[in-house]
Nanobody
Framework: QVQLEESGGGLVKPGGSLRLSCAAS????????RCWFRQIPGKEREFVAG????????YYADSLGGRFTISRDTTGNTMSLQMNSLKPEDTAVYYC???????????????????WGQGTQVTVSS
């Protein structure tokens, strides 16, 4: 089993920045890929950014426009999401997830993400 715990959410004004973290514990040696999803009430959970844990290869949703950066700290087993130039439409619950599948992260489907955190609320509002 793998446990994931997000932190760093909160209220920020449009144009501001926020950094989310996701700490992993348990049997993390089996994890090949980790990522961030977000969900707006009433909508499906959507992929934001992902990272191949060993290589550090990163992959982003096209809609982000380069505003977000995903990174990892392999020593501390922590993944982060730096979010800049935040917009009201970025308001959502952000979840971190982990996949056991060794496939290319770009090919993973929603069901491939085996482990999920509880989520952290990000609100962008003036």
């Amino acid at each position: 089993q793998v446990q994931l715990e997000e932190s760093g959410g909160g209220l920020v004004k449009p144009g501001g920045s926020l950094r989310l973290s996701c700490a992993a514990s348990g049997n993390t040696l089996k994890i090949y890929n980790r990522c961030w999803f977000r969900q707006i009430p009433g909508k499906e959970r959507e992929f934001v950014a992902g990272i191949r844990w060993m290589s550090g290869y990163t992959y982003y949703a096209d809609s982000l426009g380069g505003r977000f950066t995903i990174s990892r700290d392999t020593t501390g087993n922590t993944m982060s999401l730096q979010m800049n130039s935040l917009k009201p439409e970025d308001t959502a619950v952000y979840y971190c997830a982990a996949a056991l599948s060794p496939r290319d992260i770009r090919l993973l489907k929603f069901d491939d993400w085996t482990y999920w955190g509880q989520g952290t609320q990000v609100t962008v509002s003036s």
